[in-house]
């Protein structure tokens, strides 16, 4: 193993995934919390696209946005966690290199599908709350199906260069990944020759799409705020507000964690490694988990309907 970590080769056949550094003897228990999450995870959004394919009265644009956004959320935790657990429980560190590259696009693809999705979402609360009388006619069942794809189209193709590029490098250091998880900006360190190109690339997708869909989201919530408070009863106001409650719960779930470890990466560079490591696990594996409690706490619509459930089940 020792040799594959320092002779030269241009395409490794394996690399090795570390875990956390530096705190392999708690691997076991620091899987417990983990594991936890994404059972919370699969549980909640499951029972969210139940419930959205059960009610007919959920068929709106609203629940479409939020099952995409449950269905992505499943994606993404499942891309990191059943290899996390493997090292965590049974030391299997090895990854292929295919395999590596591919867990690599679904992570930042479905990261950036999610913020698409926010976006979609923000588009909705906007056209029901500033133009509610249009809000049918304007958000029809095939302009949800279109937005839908066009997110999935933007994620899928904004990211197929992260596989690529990093599939041309020549790694000759190590094919030692000090995390879990195949994460771009790891892989590409790796190389041996300048990467200036991925990094570049990196650096694109941070602020031209997911630093474009905040700008969106922050416009869409600043003319809705404005709606909102030129409403003329308090009692109004704070109706209207709560129909987009859930939805800014779940923004600033997926977009304050993400600055906090940008932030983190730049300026706090004495902070151990294993710390930036359960960081940014728990980045991943936060939202997904968050996302349909938040949704079913906040949603009346989709709380009474749970509870329904649940009465009829015991029943």
Not at 67 to 96: G, H, Q, Y
Not at 126 to 134: F, K, N, S
Not at 137 to 159: D, E, H, Q, W, Y
Request: glycine share 4%; with cysteine.
């Amino acid at each position: 193993m020792s040799d594959s970590n320092t002779t030269e080769f241009t395409n490794p056949s394996t690399f090795i995934l570390l875990g956390i550094p530096g705190l392999e003897a708690a691997h076991v228990w620091i899987s417990i919390p983990f594991s936890t999450m994404y059972v919370i995870a699969v549980l909640g959004n499951f029972t969210v696209l139940c419930i959205v394919k059960r009610e007919p009265s959920l068929h709106a644009p609203m629940y479409y946005f939020l099952c995409m956004l449950a269905v992505t959320d499943l994606v993404l935790s499942t891309s990191i966690l059943p290899k996390m657990l493997s090292i965590f429980w049974f030391n299997s560190r090895e990854i292929d290199f295919s395999a590596c590259l591919t867990q690599m696009y679904f992570i930042h693809c479905f990261s950036v599908m999610v913020s698409g999705i926010l976006v979609a979402m923000a588009l909705d609360r906007y056209v029901a709350i500033c133009h509610p009388l249009r809000h049918s006619t304007i958000l029809t069942n095939p302009l949800v199906a279109k937005i839908g794809l066009a997110v999935v189209l933007r994620s899928g193709m904004v990211i197929l260069p992260y596989p690529i590029l990093a599939r041309l490098w020549p790694y000759c250091r190590t094919n030692v990944i000090p995390q879990p998880y195949c994460a771009h900006i790891a892989v590409v360190n790796l190389a041996c020759a300048d990467t200036r190109v991925s990094s570049y690339y990196g650096l694109f997708v941070l602020f031209f799409v997911t630093g474009l869909d905040g700008i969106f989201i922050a416009v869409s919530y600043t003319q809705i705020l404005r709606t909102i408070f030129s409403l003329p009863t308090k009692d109004a106001r704070l109706k209207t507000l709560g129909t987009c409650g859930s939805h800014i719960f779940v923004i600033l779930a997926f977009y304050i964690p993400g600055l906090f470890m940008s932030l983190m990466h730049r300026f706090a560079q004495n902070v151990p490694l294993h710390f930036h490591v359960l960081i940014g696990n728990a980045y991943l594996l936060m939202p997904p988990m968050l996302n349909p409690i938040i949704y079913g706490v906040k949603t009346k619509e989709i709380r009474v309907r749970l509870l329904r459930l649940f009465t009829h089940t015991g029943a």
